[in-house]
């Protein structure tokens, strides 16, 4: 059955839907001999696809795979850095850093720490990943100072950034010191380092930023034993089966999606 090439490129493990996009547009990814254009058709069963001239088979079509990374500091949210920072791929074992089509599903920039998904599902990463989709994800936000009421209700209603007004947020304290103030915030939507930009334009700026769930996937589940930093885990089946339901909620076919840094 003919499918978009990107589509069958993010569901055979080769890259994201927007990796597959931009490879598409380099130049990359040929059809039949054929440099491929974005929005060309294949049939995988009987046509030529290959990148960087090796053909795509269907044999090797790599088990899925689901990882929760517990993102220590530093360390980039890509497969690759052109300015040779460690990524989220030296953390992973060498069976599973190459020829799995393993990539993160969305960001959080070098400074943030905490869960970040790992998959090469490129359909699921796709849908989870869309700005029309709204999985909440928890944070805990250390800031400078100590803002009052009045400046945690303004950051739960929405303020507005590049002329576009965030939506409602959970923010509640639960610590203070001397000089900062921890808050737990929960997001349904991630534009460009959002968090941190809000801080800022509210007075208090981020001192830290660690992200502690993705919906119901949490570095440290009830009862159970945390996720030490640097390390990852396979998703238990419930939390797939939560993945499952969330990317239900978004259509087959949309258009084109930009992974947001926190």
């Not at 998904?117 to 100072?145: A, C, I, M």
Request: aromatic content about 4%.
């Amino acid at each position: 059955m003919e499918e978009r090439l990107q589509k069958i490129l993010s569901q055979w493990g080769v890259a994201s839907r927007r990796q597959a996009e931009a490879m598409i547009l380099a130049g990359r990814v040929q059809c039949n001999g054929v440099v491929a254009e974005l929005g060309q058709k294949a049939d995988p069963e009987t046509d030529a696809i290959a990148v960087d001239g090796k053909p795509i088979q269907l044999l090797h079509r790599p088990n899925s795979v689901y990882l929760l990374l517990n993102k220590p500091i530093g360390v980039v949210s890509t497969r690759f850095d052109p300015q040779g920072r460690p990524t989220i791929m030296h953390l992973l074992p060498p069976e599973l850093r190459e020829g799995q089509g393993i990539h993160p599903v969305g960001r959080l920039d070098a400074d943030s720490t905490g869960a970040l998904l790992l998959t090469n599902d490129g359909e699921l990463t796709f849908k989870l990943t869309h700005p029309r989709h709204s999985v909440p994800k928890t944070y805990h936000v250390g800031v400078q100072g100590h803002p009052p009421e009045a400046v945690l209700k303004q950051w739960r209603q929405g303020v507005v950034l590049e002329g576009r007004k965030t939506r409602p947020a959970q923010v509640r304290v639960i610590l203070r010191d001397a000089t900062q103030t921890c808050l737990e915030v929960i997001l349904k939507e991630g534009r460009n380092r959002q968090i941190r930009r809000t801080a800022e334009l509210l007075g208090y700026p981020v001192t830290y930023l660690h992200r502690t769930a993705i919906g119901s996937i949490q570095l440290q589940p009830p009862g159970g034993v945390p996720l030490a930093q640097g390390h990852y885990r396979y998703l238990k089946d419930c939390e797939l089966r939560f993945l499952q339901d969330q990317i239900k909620l978004i259509p087959t076919e949309l258009g084109g999606v930009k992974e947001w840094n926190k």
